[in-house]
């Protein structure tokens, strides 16, 4: 290797160690404005995140409450899912999924009783003269969709999600 050669592998080495110690000296500041700022990005990214325990909610299944990890499918899938799966089941919920809940949601089904990990979005729409209440099983709020003077009214969404069954609350 020639001298130059050298020299030249030696410079770059001194100014990649200070370029790592310095950014180390950084990350050792607890109030670092860059590394506050990183910090409070990454938290907000991971807090937005529906993937893994972000995803993560409660959900009722025949008036037990359990752990759900949901996830929405892209809108093109869902479509496709919806027009050729008959078996889909059904997570009853009182506002979007992608929203706070008023109510906690109601699935249809658990994993060794019909369960699919598909799942379409049906909205809880409580009638006038109703006051809105929690629903913790499919069978009561079909009841309360069915009844002669219906106290819900349900709304199929496009939406469709893979949703796995955690665990018991």
């Not at 089941?89 to 929203?99: F, M, Q, R, T, V």
């Not at 369960?115 to 006051?131: D, E, H, K, S, Y």
Request: charged content about 15%; aromatic content about 8%.
């Amino acid at each position: 290797m020639a001298i130059g050669s050298k020299s030249a592998h030696v410079s770059f080495a001194v100014v990649a160690l200070a370029f790592i110690c310095s950014a180390c000296e950084g990350m050792h500041q607890p109030n670092a404005p860059s590394q506050v700022a990183a910090n409070s990005a990454a938290l907000s990214a991971a807090a937005a995140s529906t993937h893994g325990a972000a995803g993560q909610m409660p959900a009722f299944y025949e008036d037990q409450l359990f752990t759900v990890n949901m996830k929405e499918m892209p809108d093109d899938a869902s479509a496709s899912l919806i027009a050729n799966n008959p078996s889909i089941n059904e997570i009853y919920a009182s506002n979007d999924l992608d929203e706070e809940q008023d109510f906690i949601p109601v699935i249809d089904a658990i994993q060794g009783e019909g369960f699919n990990p598909l799942w379409r979005q049906i909205l809880i729409v409580f009638n006038a003269g109703f006051t809105p209440h929690q629903f913790t099983s499919a069978e009561d709020i079909e009841a309360a969709a069915a009844a002669p003077n219906p106290e819900i009214t349900l709304v199929e969404t496009d939406e469709v999600y893979r949703c796995s069954v955690v665990g018991p609350k």
